[in-house]
C-alpha cells in the first residue's frame, strides 16, 4: 500500500480512513483535545499557557482599584474554599471510620490470616481505605502490638498497607477535574505517581522483608543503638484550624477502634458522648443524668462528666446512619469547595504575576547543582506534611495545583516522596508520646513506617533512570484522559476489588492464595514483558507473539470496552472526544497501521 495518495486522486473505499487522519492532521490546531498523532504540534504534558491580563498601569485608577478588590475578593474565597476543603476531609474521614471502623477492628482479629503477608498487605490497604486515616490504622497497629495479639513481623506487611492505602484520597480529588482533560490528564497522573510509587516499593520490599527480615532487623538496630525517652506531641498546627469547626458537627472516639481489635473495649458506639469532667461534683447529681439529654445503655459514665455539644452528642441514631449522613455531606463540600477552588487559581493565575509563582515551584537550581532541585523538594514537601500534620491533605492540595498547570509532574513526584517522609515523622514523634507500656512498640512501628520510605526513595528517585512512577503515571494520565471510565476501574481495583478477592482468598488457606494468586501475577508479569519486547526488540519474539492481532478485540484493545461504557454511561462523560474516537478507529485500522513508519 503506498504510504502518500496524489494531489488529484481518489482514494479507494476501502481506505477512507487515510482521510480521516489527514483530516484530523490539518483540523488539530481547532480540536481542543490534544491528538496522538499530533505530538509534535503541542506536547499534552506542556503547562498550558496562562493568561495575560494586561498592564494595570494602561487602566485608570478606579479600573485598578477595582482590580485589585476584586483580586483580593478571589484571594479571600480562595482561602475559605480551601479552609472548607480541609474540613471536609476531616469530616469525610470521620463517616469512613463509622461506616467502617468496627469492620476495621473485626478484619485486624483475625491474627491467623495476618500471618500471610500478602493478606497483611491488603487488610492494610482495605483498613487505610476504610478509615481514611493512615494515623488511625498505625494506631490499631501499635495497640495490638503492644497488647502481644501481633509480632513486629506480622506487622511490616500491614503498615506497607496502610502506606498505599493513604493515596486513595488524592485519587478521589482528582475525579473532581475530569470535566476537562487536559487538566484531568495533570490531576490524575499526579494521583497515579503517588500509588505506583506506593506499589512498586512494595513489589520490592514485601518479598524481600519475607525472605529476610530486613526492616525489622534494621529497626531493632536503630532503637538499640537509641536511648528512648518520652518526647512531646508533634505541632497539630492544622487541626487547631479546622476543630472549632468540625467538632461543633462530630467528635469520634478513636479508642473505640483500637479496643474493638484488641477487644478491650465496653462502647458499642463511636461517637463521643462526654467530652469533659466537671470541675465540682455535688451531692445529688446522679438525679440529674437527663438535664443534658437521655442516657443511653451503652454510654453510662460516672456523673462527673461534661456532655460534647456537637450535633450527634444527644442523637439516638446509628452510627451507620452518622456515618451516611457524613459521608453524603461531606461529599458535596468537597466537591462543591474543589470545583471553587480550580476556578478561583484559573482566574488568579494570569499575567506575569502567576507566571513568576509557577517559574519559581518548577525552577531548577542552575548547573552543575541542577540535580539538588528535586531533593529540596523533598525537604519542602516532608516539612509542609509535618506542619499539616496530615499527608492526605497534602497531595489532595497538590492535585489541584497540577491540573491547572501551576506544578508540573516532575516537581510533585518528590513533594510526594517528601510527604511520606513528613507523614512518618510526625507519627515517629507522637510514637515518643506514647505510654511506657506502649513506647518501644509504638515507635519500632513508627520506625518501619520511615525506613519504608527512605528505601523507596533510594529505589525510585535516587537514580534518574529508575524513576519509572513518571512515565508510568504519564502513560496512565493519557490513559485516562482519553477513557475517562478506566480512572473509575482503577479507583475501584486498586482499593477495593483486588484487596477484597485476596483477602478472602487469604481467608481460605495460604495455599489456596498461592495456588490461585501465583499464576495470575505470573501472567501478567509475562504480558508485561511480551510488551515492552514488542515496542523494544520485536526481533526477540516469535512471529505470533510480535502483535496481539490474533487475539478478540475485547482482549487487546479498551474500544469495545468503551463503546459498552459510553453507552451505559449518562451524557459523554465517559467517552472520549470525537476527535479521539476518529483517531481510536484510525489506530484500530490494519492497514493503516501497516502504512505507519514504526
Not at 476531616?90 to 469492620?103: C, E, P, T, V, Y
Not at 474516537?581 to 484510525?586: D, G, P, V
Request: charged share 10%; hydrophobic share 50%; proline share 5%.
Amino acid at each position: 500500500m503506498p504510504n502518500s495518495l496524489a494531489g488529484d486522486q481518489v482514494p479507494p473505499p476501502t481506505l477512507d480512513t487515510v482521510d480521516l487522519v489527514d483530516w484530523s492532521l490539518r483540523n488539530a490546531g481547532n480540536s481542543s483535545s490534544v491528538s496522538v498523532l499530533d505530538e509534535g504540534t503541542k506536547d499534552p504534558w506542556a503547562l498550558p499557557q496562562l493568561k495575560d491580563t494586561g498592564q494595570l498601569k494602561a487602566l485608570s485608577m478606579a479600573s485598578r482599584l477595582r482590580h485589585m478588590g476584586i483580586s483580593f475578593l478571589k484571594a479571600c474565597g480562595l482561602l475559605g474554599s480551601l479552609y472548607f476543603f480541609i474540613c471536609s476531609l476531616d469530616i469525610l474521614s470521620s463517616a469512613f471510620q463509622l461506616l467502617g471502623s468496627k469492620m476495621a477492628g473485626e478484619i485486624f482479629k483475625e491474627s491467623v490470616v495476618l500471618s500471610n503477608p500478602v493478606a497483611g498487605l491488603v487488610i492494610g490497604v482495605l483498613v487505610t481505605v476504610l478509615v481514611q486515616s493512615s494515623s488511625t490504622s498505625s494506631s490499631i497497629v501499635v495497640s495490638m502490638v503492644s497488647s502481644k495479639l501481633l509480632t513486629v513481623q506480622v506487622s511490616v506487611p500491614i503498615i506497607m498497607g496502610v502506606n498505599v492505602g493513604t493515596s486513595v484520597t488524592s485519587t478521589l480529588v482528582s475525579m473532581a477535574q475530569s470535566g476537562d482533560r487536559d487538566e484531568f490528564r495533570r490531576a490524575f497522573s499526579g494521583s497515579a505517581v503517588h500509588g505506583i510509587f506506593n506499589w512498586l516499593t512494595v513489589l520490592v520490599l514485601l518479598p524481600l522483608e519475607s525472605a529476610t527480615a530486613m526492616l525489622e532487623r534494621l529497626s531493632e538496630m536503630v532503637l538499640g543503638a537509641a536511648s528512648l525517652q518520652p518526647g512531646g506531641q508533634a505541632p497539630d498546627i492544622l487541626k487547631a484550624l479546622t476543630q472549632p469547626l468540625t467538632h461543633l458537627i462530630v467528635q469520634l472516639d478513636s479508642n473505640v477502634i483500637a479496643g474493638s481489635a484488641t477487644g478491650n473495649t465496653t462502647n458499642s458506639s463511636l461517637i463521643k458522648r462526654w467530652c469533659g469532667i466537671r470541675a465540682k461534683t455535688t451531692e445529688g447529681s446522679s438525679n440529674q443524668c437527663g438535664a443534658f439529654g437521655p442516657c443511653t445503655e451503652n454510654n453510662t459514665v460516672p456523673e462527673d462528666r461534661l456532655p460534647c455539644q456537637h450535633l450527634f452528642a444527644h442523637s439516638t441514631l446509628t452510627d451507620l446512619a452518622v456515618g451516611c449522613i457524613l459521608l453524603a455531606g461531606s461529599l458535596l463540600v468537597l466537591c462543591l469547595c474543589l470545583v471553587l477552588i480550580v476556578k478561583l487559581l484559573n482566574s488568579l493565575l494570569q499575567g506575569r504575576i502567576a507566571q513568576a509563582v509557577r517559574s519559581v515551584i518548577n525552577a531548577d537550581f542552575p548547573f552543575p547543582f541542577g540535580w539538588l532541585s528535586g531533593y529540596l523538594a523533598i525537604l519542602v514537601g516532608a516539612g509542609l506534611t509535618f506542619l499539616l500534620q496530615s499527608s492526605s491533605v497534602f497531595t489532595a492540595a497538590i492535585v489541584p495545583l497540577m491540573g491547572v498547570g501551576v506544578i508540573s509532574l516532575d516537581r510533585a513526584y518528590p513533594l510526594f516522596l517528601g510527604s511520606n517522609i513528613g507523614t512518618t515523622t510526625t507519627a515517629l514523634l507522637a510514637a515518643l508520646a506514647s505510654p511506657a507500656d506502649m513506647l518501644l512498640f509504638a515507635v519500632q512501628v513508627a520506625l518501619i513506617h520511615f525506613l519504608f520510605n527512605l528505601a523507596g526513595i533510594l529505589l525510585w528517585y535516587l537514580v534518574p533512570i529508575l524513576r519509572l512512577p513518571i512515565p508510568l503515571a504519564k502513560r496512565f494520565g493519557d490513559l485516562t484522559a482519553r477513557y475517562r471510565w478506566v480512572a473509575i476501574v482503577y479507583l475501584l481495583l486498586t482499593f477495593l476489588l483486588l484487596p477484597l478477592a485476596a483477602f478472602g482468598l487469604s481467608l481460605a488457606g495460604s495455599m489456596v492464595l498461592a495456588a490461585v494468586g501465583g499464576p495470575l501475577v505470573g501472567l501478567v508479569l509475562l504480558v508485561i514483558l511480551v510488551n515492552v519486547l514488542q515496542q523494544r526488540r520485536p526481533s526477540w519474539l516469535p512471529s505470533c507473539l510480535r502483535s496481539w492481532a490474533w487475539l478478540p478485540l475485547w482482549l487487546h484493545s479498551l474500544e469495545p470496552w468503551d463503546r459498552l461504557m459510553t453507552h451505559c454511561c449518562p451524557g459523554r462523560a465517559c467517552g472520549p472526544s470525537q476527535s479521539t474516537a476518529k483517531e481510536a478507529h484510525c489506530y484500530d485500522n490494519p492497514e493503516i497501521l501497516a502504512s505507519q513508519q514504526l
